[in-house]
């Protein structure tokens, strides 16, 4: 293993990382397009203050308790394949999201949403810990962690732009830019 022998400073991020991190940014970036409008889009379905939340919510509960299928998911199958599988789940539930009927079906298509999100999650980190050089594991975890929190910065605010789009176009350009992430990966 050559990377054993150089300096850490010396020592470059593999590209297949490299494409991980901007797929991160990617990611974050749609994450944060959708929260502008998601509290008034839930509103819409004529829902008060807890539907809202529950809207918000569910896809985070998702995420909790499907976790430990996604860490057998990806023991089972590899990285690559869960990843983009979580991937194309988000991004279409995104879809879903945007042309639901009813508030079940929304909740229904967020929740579905967040077991797609915890599927890329729980891959990707198995795939840096497993694919990082150890002498720069570190700064590896730094890179994605920065990427994804730059995106999650970055995203609200371009989704108040795309407000001006209609309601369902943050949601339309989040699923679509995820299905695009996920052919490129």
């Not at 990611?27 to 998601?38: H, K, M, Q, R, S």
């Not at 990806?74 to 508030?103: D, N």
């Not at 579905?112 to 570190?138: C, D, E, N, Q, W």
């Not at 108040?160 to 699923?175: D, E, Q, S």
């Amino acid at each position: 293993m050559a990377y054993m022998s150089a300096s850490p400073e010396k020592l470059k991020i593999p590209g297949e990382i490299r494409v991980l991190i901007a797929a991160a940014f990617i990611i974050a970036i749609g994450f944060g397009i959708i929260t502008p409008v998601l509290p008034s889009y839930a509103e819409s379905f004529g829902v008060g203050a807890f539907g809202v939340s529950a809207v918000v919510s569910i896809f985070g509960l998702a995420r909790l308790i499907l976790a430990p299928l996604s860490g057998r998911a990806t023991t089972r199958f590899g990285e690559s394949p869960v990843y983009i599988t979580g991937v194309t789940i988000v991004g279409i539930s995104m879809f879903l999201v945007a042309f639901a009927q009813t508030y079940p079906q929304l909740l229904i298509f967020r929740g579905l949403g967040g077991f797609g999100s915890t599927l890329f999650t729980v891959s990707a980190m198995s795939f840096l810990a497993a694919k990082s050089p150890p002498a720069i594991r570190g700064r590896v975890s730094g890179a994605y962690a920065s990427a994804f929190l730059i995106g999650n910065i970055s995203g609200p605010l371009v989704g108040g732009l795309l407000v001006g789009l209609g309601p369902r176009a943050p949601f339309l350009i989040y699923g679509g830019s995820l299905l695009i992430a996920s052919l490129v990966v």
